[in-house]
């Protein structure tokens, strides 16, 4: 009987390491441990984009997005991305954050390009934001020009 205690009480000790293993293994995966430092930027269109989605700076990946929600501002509706990056990361106050994907089968990042000035910005505060041009719209817009110029000027 004692021997039936004692293997149950290893076992049980066991499986429980393990679902604390599994958790901590899960959370350091999802990036989501560690101090970090919040900030938002503010984009018109935010195709591709969604909770979790990588935050890099210069191309290093400091962070994600936190969360999403549309606002209105100066007229218009645009989207305000809560930003949760690495704590103590230096991110200068002309800093520009833009949409952008290495490419044409790459996921869709928010890259933070370093600016030049001394003074930093502070937690909680805004970065600036660029739109990058819709790269699947300037292609369309080519080959509509091709097929126009094929059409009208390129006759046998």
Do not use: C
């Amino acid at each position: 009987m004692r021997d039936d205690q004692r293997n149950y009480a290893i076992v049980g000790t066991f499986v429980i390491a393990m679902m604390a293993g599994l958790v901590v293994w899960i959370a350091v995966l999802a990036g989501r441990t560690g101090a970090t430092d919040d900030y938002h930027v503010h984009f018109a269109n935010v195709m591709g984009l969604s909770s979790g989605t990588q935050v890099l700076y210069q191309g290093y990946p400091i962070g994600m997005i936190e969360d999403i929600q549309a606002t209105v501002r100066e007229g218009r509706q645009v989207f305000r991305l809560d930003l949760s990056l690495e704590r103590g990361w230096r991110i200068p106050q002309d800093s520009v954050a833009t949409i952008t994907a290495s490419g044409l089968l790459s996921a869709v990042v928010v890259n933070v390009r370093a600016g030049a000035a001394e003074t930093l910005l502070e937690p909680g505060s805004e970065i600036s934001s660029v739109e990058a041009p819709d790269l699947f719209a300037a292609m369309s817009s080519v080959a509509e020009d091709v097929g126009e110029l094929i059409e009208g000027s390129l006759k046998p």
